[in-house]
T-cell receptor, first 111, second 118 residues
Framework: GQQVMQIPQYQHVQEGEDFTTYCNSS?????IQWYKQRPGGHPVFLIQ?????EVKKQKRLTFQFGEAKKNSSLHITATQTTDVGTYFC???????????FGTGTRLKVLA | GAVVSQHPSRVICKSGTSVKIECRSL??????MFWYRQFPKQSLMLMAT?????????EQGVEKDKFLINHASLTLSTLTVTSAHPEDSSFYIC??????????????FGPGTRLLVL
């Protein structure tokens, strides 16, 4: 079946360092969404990318959708302790609006 | 806008009892709501899709007779875990998809319900 994988599974960084998580889908996606889940919390929508090669920025966060629309990345510049959490990508199952979540990347930021 | 609530936030029950979880979209109408389950340190797994006024569709491997879903209105979906067992202990999260407008393509998640079955 359709799978969405993320690497790395875990990442520990010193505050101020950059962080990147990569998302890879087994199938071409019509769009991709990114979510952040704080420890003990629920997923919060960050952004949606639709176009091939699209790049969007939100302050220190940069999101990219691959040319083949099968992969995506989230890059955080100069991490802060508030960036701690698990970042999930999610893509719709082919032909539906049901989203399949990636395996997630758990980020810890050391002060 | 786009707030989704869930009730209860936590529940502890004895094995064999049934538990009902409510998911409400507070400031928008949702024809479709989704129910996910998340085990510790794992990703969200879609359990079922709840459609207002029709039967829910379940993902492969999810027992429809065990996880009863009702979507009686455009703002309310309920998930009932029947005859709960310890292996049903998990974090259950609903999300709602707006009917139209600029919110349409986005899922809005509820705060989740932590179920512990003793």
């Amino acid at each position: 079946g359709q799978q969405v994988m993320q690497i790395p599974q875990y990442q520990h960084v010193q505050e101020g360092e950059d962080f990147t998580t990569y998302c890879n889908s087994s199938t071409t996606l019509s769009n991709i969404q990114w979510y952040k889940q704080r420890p003990g919390g629920h997923p919060v929508f960050l952004i949606q990318l639709v176009k091939s090669g699209e790049v969007k920025k939100q302050k220190r966060l940069t999101f990219q959708f691959g040319e083949a629309k099968k992969n995506s990345s989230l890059h955080i510049t100069a991490t802060q302790t508030t960036d701690v959490g698990t970042y999930f990508c999610a893509g719709p199952r082919t032909g539906t609006y049901k989203y399949i979540f990636g395996t997630g990347t758990r980020l810890k930021v050391l002060a | 806008g786009a707030v989704v609530s869930q009730h209860p936030s936590r529940v502890i029950c004895k094995s064999g009892t049934s538990v009902k979880i409510e998911c409400r979209s507070l400031d928008f109408q949702a024809t479709t709501m989704f129910w996910y389950r998340q085990f510790p340190k794992q990703s969200l797994m879609l359990m079922a899709t709840s459609n207002e006024g029709s039967k829910a569709t379940y993902e492969q491997g999810v027992e429809k007779d065990k996880f009863l879903i009702n979507h009686a209105s455009l703002t309310l979906s309920t998930l009932t875990v029947t005859s709960a067992h310890p292996e049903d202990s998990s974090f259950y999260i609903c999300s709602a998809r707006a009917m139209a407008g600029e919110l349409r393509e986005t899922q809005y998640f509820g705060p989740g319900t932590r179920l512990l079955v003793l």
